[in-house]
């Protein structure tokens, strides 16, 4: 049998407030509100990472495209010094002087800020700080949304 004094012990740890239903809900409540900053942090650093990673495919396509252009794969326009007219011809491809078609990328990727697949674009004869596009070739992309990244750099800039 126990003695008085382990049950008085029992009795308030089980009827301490932590443990009421109320206390209870109180400290779900603080850790709710700590966890909501890291899973908006969490939610912000995976859309950097498609945003980097959908740059850096239609870049890579871009200079897969100009690679071949130099190397006389395909024909293209004096003016646009071998760079793609615009993105949907990475997608749709080129013909090849063999006749094969030669595609450098799958689709055009959503960009993750906007939800959307208008990216901005660049041509090699606009001035780099311009936001609108002469349409003579693609030479860059950037995405439109006028967002800060963790890092404070504006989207746009990377």
């Given amino acids: 049998m126990l003695s008085p004094a382990p049950l008085a012990e029992i009795r308030t740890v089980i009827f301490c407030p932590f443990l009421s ?9 603080h850790a ?11 939610i912000q650093r995976e859309k950097e990472k498609e945003l980097r990673r959908g740059l850096w495919e239609m870049r890579d396509a871009i200079d897969r ?40 990328l799958p689709s055009i990727p959503v960009d993750p800020m906007s939800k959307s697949k208008e990216w901005g674009l660049r041509s090699m004869q606009d001035d780099p700080d311009s936001d609108s596009w002469g349409g003579q070739n693609v030479f860059d992309v950037y995405t439109k949304s006028q967002g800060e990244g963790l890092d404070g750099t504006k989207y746009k800039d990377w």
């Fill in 65 to 104: 495209y100009k690679e071949q252009a130099e190397r006389g794969a395909f024909q293209t326009k004096v003016d646009t010094y071998g760079y793609p007219p615009d993105l949907e011809t990475l997608v749709k491809g080129v013909e090849s002087q063999g006749g094969k078609k030669i595609r450098f």
């Fill in 21 to 29: 239903r109320e206390g209870f809900s109180e400290r779900l409540d």
């Fill in 32 to 42: 709710t509100l700590m966890a909501l900053p890291l899973a908006r942090v969490t």
